[in-house]
């Protein structure tokens, strides 16, 4: 029994099929579903967990050397909320684009977590380094 670290299965599973350069999404509660690759729904209420809280537990054990957010996040959310994401993006690449051209890379990422989130496209996709 995991007595330690992320304690879900399924992100488990997931997390040891990411190889390198292979991207996983880490979603709000409204982003769209994508039949295409594996979805683990982890959202349980308004904001529990959040993007942020998933984040934090993945980095300790998964090497991300790039990540992508919209554009629209930024023209979307305070200056905390920006900060607070900058925090914990801190050691990685981040590049903003388009929220359309952002989901056109959904498809080839291993997996998606889906959160609670409620802040205004807080999704992100990270790239193994």
Known sequence: MLI???LNPQINSLLARVRHTNTL??????????????????SLVDNVPTVLDVLRALRPNFNIGKAWMA????????????SAFLKALRGIELKYEPHAEFKKRVPQAVG?????????????????A
């Open 4 to 6: 330690t670290g992320i």
């Open 25 to 42: 999404v880490i979603s709000d509660r409204g982003f769209p579903f994508w039949p295409m690759i594996e979805t683990v729904d982890i």
């Open 71 to 82: 554009q629209e996040f930024v023209q979307q959310n305070t200056a905390a909320t920006r």
């Open 112 to 128: 998606l977590i889906r959160t609670g989130d409620t802040i205004q496209y807080a999704n992100m996709i990270l790239e193994s």
